[in-house]
């Protein structure tokens, strides 16, 4: 029985070391230290998670998302700090915690290498902000409205309001087109008349139909020229500015007007037309 309390068990002490109530009151004052650090750190660390995020709440002209992101890496780096002094208060020599830490960030680094360059893409897109949530745009050939953008995926709405999930890798590796950025867009038609019409009377009625519109706008100025002299069909190309929330619906409505327009105003719009000879019979 005695060789078994003098068996050493831990950093050198034997089990008769660690009845004393010497160590016992030490290992409970370790105890309750580490109880005291863990409910400071968590208690500092939603205090300063909840003080980043504000920063982004109280200026408009700050990215929200960008501040929630910050919060986030702030509680966790407090969190893990907490953790090391707990492991200190009992003797673990935490220099060797943070080389394993390491080691097996590297291994997990690797294995999900994939995951993590999405986390980095979802980074860069949170700070230097090529799209943002309300945004139309093409990424990756899908085209449709930014509703929101994690850390991980951006997440689309077509324009059959069906929701699209791109990889944040996918959207920072490719081009981004976002028609939502300026204010204006530039609506184009092309508009074909016979070869027998009056081009300066079709020219006007086009015009005039366009500009009477008020989503039209007279600067810059409109843009009505013949372009083209097709095979069947004197072509005039269009451009006429217009608000970006504008543009579809206007491009839409003025090919419908310009074409009844053109029809009242006796102007003839041609159409492809095949004459098929049949070879006389031998």
Known sequence: MQDLFETELWQGKTIADLL??????????????????LLLGWVISSWLQHRVENLGKRNKHLDEMLFEFLASIVRYVVLGFTVLFVLNTFGVKTTSVVAVI????????????????????????????????????????????????????????????????????????????????????????????GYGANLKTAEEIIRSTIMADERAHADPEPFVQVSN??????????????????????????????????????????????????????
Not at 165 to 177: A, L
């Open 20 to 37: 004393t109530l010497e160590f016992l009151a030490s290992a409970a004052g370790s105890v309750i230290g580490a109880i005291v650090i």
């Open 102 to 193: 390491g080691a097996a960030g590297l291994a997990i680094g690797l294995a999900l290498q994939g995951t993590l360059s999405n986390v980095a893409a979802g980074v860069m897109l949170i700070l230097f902000r090529p799209i943002k949530i309300g945004d139309f745009v093409v990424i990756a050939g899908e085209m449709g409205t930014v509703k929101q953008i994690n850390l991980n995926y951006t997440v689309l709405a077509d324009l059959s309001n069906v929701q699209v999930i791109v990889p944040n890798s996918e959207v920072w590796g490719n081009v981004i087109t976002n028609y939502s950025v300026n204010p204006t867009r530039r609506a184009e038609w092309t508009f074909g008349v």
């Open 229 to 282: 002299l097709g095979d069947s069909s004197v072509d005039f190309l269009v451009r006429v500015w217009c608000s970006a929330d504008d543009y579809f619906a206007f491009k839409a409505d003025m090919t419908r007007k310009v074409k009844e327009a053109l029809d009242e105003g006796g102007v003839d719009i041609p159409f492809p037309t095949r004459t098929i000879v049949q070879a006389a019979a031998e």
